[in-house]
């Protein structure tokens, strides 16, 4: 489904009006981030039809105005689809992304008519589930479509009406599906973990970019049933837990947990701050809710690759043909330098930063222009790779590369300082004060209750795989 105007005609008529600006960062904030239509009308009853007859939507909006994206995007949420947001379209500047968006949604690999079932071993219960399908039953989850973009989470904890728990904890997911040449197959993954009550070694094996997860989406649920501020409330909550627990000596795999719960705190899904619309706010939240556990990881703490010091040997293929990636800098400007280009990916576009006072030889070896001055950022990504210096060719691959490593096509913008949209790349940098929460790292871990008197800068963290 493909729309840029509000629906204001029909049985599932919206109304424009329901946009109010002055209630965003207020108590009344979520009620506007909630479909218009309650159970059983308008699009909720239309996607529950939808799902009934094994239809799922992919929703693209392109609006230059409010569109009501909460009320429609129970279209794709409640039958395994999403949402794909293009604000302010213009075939300029966002006509390939969306077409990259609409070739990956029509040629990827696709399950079709799909049920899901989760089971955990005795002793223990799920309490909740996560992702976008339509819930039949206690527990039948319901996909029209299913394909490997979609992530489904669900939460699980001790059943105190089970029984002892085995020592051994279950859990079993079992993914019923026709196949795209019209097999019925059923694919079951089993996991086994030992259970401990020593608590060093369930700390010890925490996954900080699993765990990120799971507290977003709990957060996420918060924010929609009750007020955002609650969904803010749970994550410094948790974030003071596990601070505590690195003040009495935790494990280094939570470490970068507080990392990534401030990132979810300064992104749009949450920030406090009145350059975010509700169709953004709601966007966003939609997009969160199916993303995997690496893109969600990235949406929080972006890389960033310093490309005018990276080693020599830095994109160029390795031994095994694959190309390798610069070392990864903390999100802070404090390891920047006006003399500096910089490449930042959040898993939904890339930014280009150039420092006012970036070598002329860069400019020259990679655009193919003597001055910063004569780059065009409109065309300047036709030139990478195509001058014939081995360098333009490196960061060529190095964009290949990053690009390839997610499920979705990014779009680049170069970013020369003093540029208009400058400000976007430095939004990013989650280690420093910016918009929505004027905190660093640092401060913000003390505000946590962190005892150190001067928290040292956590490494960033690396992109895990298999998500």
């Known amino acids: 489904v493909f729309s840029s105007l509000i629906p204001t005609l029909g049985e599932c008529a919206l109304k424009p ?99 899901m079932r989760v089971r955990v071993s005795r002793g223990w219960k799920i309490t909740q589930h996560f992702g976008h399908f339509f819930v039949r039953g206690k527990d039948l989850l319901c996909l029209p479509n299913c394909h490997a973009d979609q992530t489904v989470g669900c939460a699980v904890e001790l059943d105190p009406e089970g029984g002892a728990p085995d020592a051994l904890v279950t859990v079993q997911c079992a993914l019923l599906y026709t196949n795209s040449t019209g097999e019925r197959r059923i694919r079951v993954h089993t996991f086994c ?10 700390v010890g094996g925490v996954d900080p970019q699993a765990c990120s997860w799971l507290l977003q989406q709990i957060a996420l649920e918060q924010c929609l049933n009750a007020k955002v501020a609650d969904g803010r409330s749970y994550l410094h909550q ?45 966007c966003a939240w939609t997009r969160l809710g199916s993303l995997s556990v690496a893109n969600c990881a990235a949406c929080f703490y972006p890389r960033m690759f310093a490309l005018h010091a990276m080693e020599p040997d830095c994109g160029h293929p390795d031994a095994e043909g694959r190309i390798k990636l610069p070392q990864t800098s903390n999100l802070t400007k404090d390891q920047m330098t006006a003399d500096g280009v910089y490449l930042l990916e959040d898993g939904e576009t890339v930014l ?42 490196a960061v060529a691959n190095i964009l290949a590369t990053v690009r ?29 004060r910016t918009l929505g929460m004027q905190l660093t790292y640092q401060e913000f871990l003390q505000r946590m209750g962190y005892r150190a008197a001067q928290p040292a800068a956590a490494a960033p963290p690396q992109m895990q795989r298999g998500y």
């Open 17 to 115: 009006s329901r946009e109010q600006p002055r209630l965003m960062n207020t108590e009344r904030e979520s009620e506007l981030l909630r479909p218009a239509h309650k159970e059983g009308e308008g699009y909720v009853a239309m996607a529950a039809e939808m799902t009934r007859v094994q239809v799922g939507v992919e929703l693209f909006l392109a609006p230059h105005a409010y569109i009501d994206s909460p009320s429609l995007a129970v279209l794709a949420k409640n039958t395994g689809g999403d949402v794909w947001y293009y604000p302010q379209f213009h075939p300029q500047t966002l006509g390939e992304k969306l077409l990259k968006d609409v070739q990956h949604v029509l040629t990827r690999e696709m399950g079709w008519e799909a049920v």
């Open 193 to 202: 973990a030992p259970s401990t009550q020593n608590v060093a070694e369930v």
């Open 238 to 282: 948790q974030c003071q837990k596990i601070v505590a627990i690195l003040n009495a000596g935790g494990a280094d795999s939570l470490q970068t947990l507080p990392l990534y719960i401030m990132g979810f705190l300064k992104s749009v899904a949450l920030r406090s701050s009145n350059d975010v619309t509700f169709d953004a706010r709601s």
């Open 352 to 393: 280009m930063w150039i420092g006012g006072q970036v070598n002329p030889a860069f400019l020259a070896s990679v655009f193919g222009v003597p001055s910063l001055d004569q780059l065009d950022v409109n065309v300047a990504e036709q030139s990478i790779g195509t001058t014939g210096d081995q360098l333009s060719t």
């Open 404 to 432: 390839a490593e997610r499920t979705i096509w990014m779009r680049l913008y170069i970013l020369p300082q003093q540029h208009p949209q400058e400000s976007r790349f430095f939004q990013s940098l989650v280690e420093d």
